[in-house]
């Protein structure tokens, strides 16, 4: 599979050479000439790694690297035009995999790339990724994030979100909840799902005034993207 490279990089020469450079080697190539941008597109899960800039317009290198930590674990390599200690360390410090001096020889880049595509967690880990709106749900490392801030659910509050996510924009029964969170043989009542939406909704809708968990009278239960 073609692995999905972000490259943050202003200079826009540069980002150009080290483009047909990686796309020689395979790899698919998305280019951002700013911190912003360059942040968004990395918190998109499209991408395998990050190679990321430290001097960048709108937002600096390190402050994106600092945001995308906050909920992502995707590989990053800083690109750093000075050869300072303080760069690489507080870089390192913050998260990032490694970073390369420019100017910098292609082999040695591509060296640090396949190094950083290497160490990361399994793909299947970092794909399995749940989204709605500003809320993003890692499923296999059980977290949950809104707006980039974590949220703590206990278990079933976790499972009952990850199956109206999964359906997202579905009405699911209270039966098909039941069934789906607590399994066939559950003993209790229907208002059981009832109390824990209204879990969901203190820990989620309420604390970042949001409206997702939608309740269909007589029916279910929907998330849905909230419209802004
Ligand atoms: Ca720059």
Redesign the pocket.
Known sequence: MEEHILLV???EKLARMVELELNYEGYQVEKAFDGRTGLELALSGRFDLVLL????PALSGMEVLRRLRRESQIPVIMLT?RDTVVDKVSGLDMGADDYVTKPFATEELLARIRAALRKRPDRALSDARLSAGPLVMDVDRHQVAVNGQSVALTRKEFDLLHCLLEHKEKVLSRETLLEQVWGFDFVGETNTVDVYIRFLRSKLDERFHIKLIHTIRGVGYVIREELS
């Open positions: 990089e202003d200079e800039d430290i001097m960048l035009a």
